[in-house]
């Protein structure tokens, strides 16, 4: 009898354990997830304190693409009131659907931007134009860096939710998986065309 008790207790013992286990591993992947979009965050906000010094710089030479230049502010704060409402908090699937959209209209108007100042060779040769550029550019690279780590933070998180034994533990714990982050990146300067 003592002894099936202590099987008992064993059991009972190695089954919390295991369900700490997986608990604590899930948190802790969930948590790689947050951190993940945090190096995502850094480098937007980044993006998002360049775009409107570069609008500036631009304004000037640029009086008939008032249009373009405004287009560009409008969607630069958009994507920024979306960026600060994950960060705030609330980071569910529609919130990180909103991010990504608004990024890619961003990231359209930035290249409209970039296709009128090719036009402009004064524009285009500025010093302050150049520097802003280059900075948007390796801004970018960050950008598509850090979202390819978030990306696999997700990927590794919602695997961790979906197999077997620890799907159990976050269906009664409520770990919902999360989406990934899917941007257009900018492309700022083409790659020219070789051909024989």
Request: with cysteine; proline share 3%.
């Amino acid at each position: 009898m003592l002894m099936g008790f202590m099987s008992f207790i064993v059991i009972i013992g190695g089954f919390f354990l295991l369900v700490m286990v997986l608990y604590n591993r899930l948190v802790a992947k969930q948590n790689q997830v947050k951190n993940a979009f945090s190096q995502i965050d850094v480098q937007l906000q980044r993006r998002h304190d360049l775009i409107p010094t570069l609008v500036e710089t631009a304004r000037g030479y640029l009086k008939h693409e008032q249009e373009t230049l405004t287009r560009v502010i409008e969607a630069r704060n958009q994507a920024v009131s979306l960026q600060r409402a994950i960060t705030d908090g609330t980071d569910s699937a529609a919130a990180v659907d909103a991010l990504a959209q608004a990024e890619r209209q961003l990231s359209g108007w930035l290249s409209k931007l970039m296709a009128v100042v090719e036009q402009y060779p004064d524009l285009k040769a500025d010093k302050i134009m150049q520097q802003l550029m280059e900075e948007l550019t390796t801004t970018e690279n960050r950008i598509g860096f850090a979202r390819q780590t978030y990306n696999d933070d997700v990927m590794f998180y919602n695997n961790a939710c979906q197999m077997f034994p620890s799907n159990l533990v976050a269906g009664a714990f409520s770990f919902k998986p999360r989406r990934q982050l899917v941007l257009d990146e900018l492309k700022i300067r083409q790659a020219p065309a070789i051909s024989f």
